[in-house]
């Protein structure tokens, strides 16, 4: 499942965020790349725990934790800290696909079930840049206004496209889900959504939205990992 989160920042925060990232000290992409990533990957990125980063880092966090959408659809475990990149004109991140496990700071590793991408960057600002995501049902290229963010499923192949005018600046993160697989996890999404507008028609203690909740709920017992 593709999901765009809009307004996940408000337009001072990527402002703010602009200001820091034009700022900051980049380093080329392919330092952070795996085997294969680094032979498609021709980007810049913030270093791994810049200030700039961890700043930056800690503002999107807080903004998903209050973000309903977010929450009802990726139901989070664990969250890798927000890394940033950046596109110049003839750059680009061919197909690849992101690495299954991921090393937080402290030594525990996550495992990679939901790619976000926040997107600092406006539409009119750069052309190319698309992110396209593949799927069995084709693939999706998507270009968002600065603010908001896509998730799409860690299993995808997907690239970026080469920026070919401006500059394409994003957050990118992955994150570790209680529900490991994304059919399971989308299902859950969708009862939520579905609970969620029967609730404001019927209200909260009518008697189908409460037995529609509890399913929610067992449905969680048996596919979620606390
Ligand atoms: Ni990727």
Not at 177 to 203: F, K, T
Request: net charge neutral; with cysteine.
């Amino acid at each position: 499942m593709l999901l765009a989160i809009p307004n996940v920042l408000t337009s001072e925060q990527v402002a703010e965020g602009r200001r820091i990232l034009d700022a900051a000290e980049w380093i080329d992409g392919r330092d952070t790349a795996g085997h294969q990533g680094a032979r498609v990957k021709n980007n810049q990125q913030l270093p791994l725990r810049s200030p700039a980063a961890e700043q930056l880092g800690q503002m999107i966090l807080k903004a998903l934790a209050n973000a309903p959408l977010f929450m009802s659809a990726v139901l989070p475990a664990r969250i890798l800290p927000p890394m940033f990149n950046r596109y110049g004109v003839g750059q680009t991140f061919g197909t690849h696909v992101d690495g299954a496990i991921r090393m937080m700071g402290n030594g525990n590793s996550v495992r990679t079930d939901v790619s976000c991408t926040l997107f600092f960057s406006n539409p009119d600002e750069y052309d190319g840049g698309e992110l396209v995501v593949e799927d069995t049902y084709g693939s999706k290229s998507v270009k968002l206004p600065a603010g908001h963010m896509i998730l799409y499923p860690s299993t995808s192949l997907h690239r970026v496209n080469p920026v070919t005018r401006g500059v394409r600046v994003c957050s990118f993160f992955w994150l570790q889900s209680m529900v490991r697989d994304n059919g399971e996890r989308e299902q859950l999404y969708r009862l939520d959504r579905s609970i969620r507008a029967l609730g404001q028609e019927r209200g909260a203690t009518d008697a189908v939205v409460v037995e529609l909740t509890s399913l929610y709920h067992n449905l969680m017992r048996l596919w979620a990992d606390a």
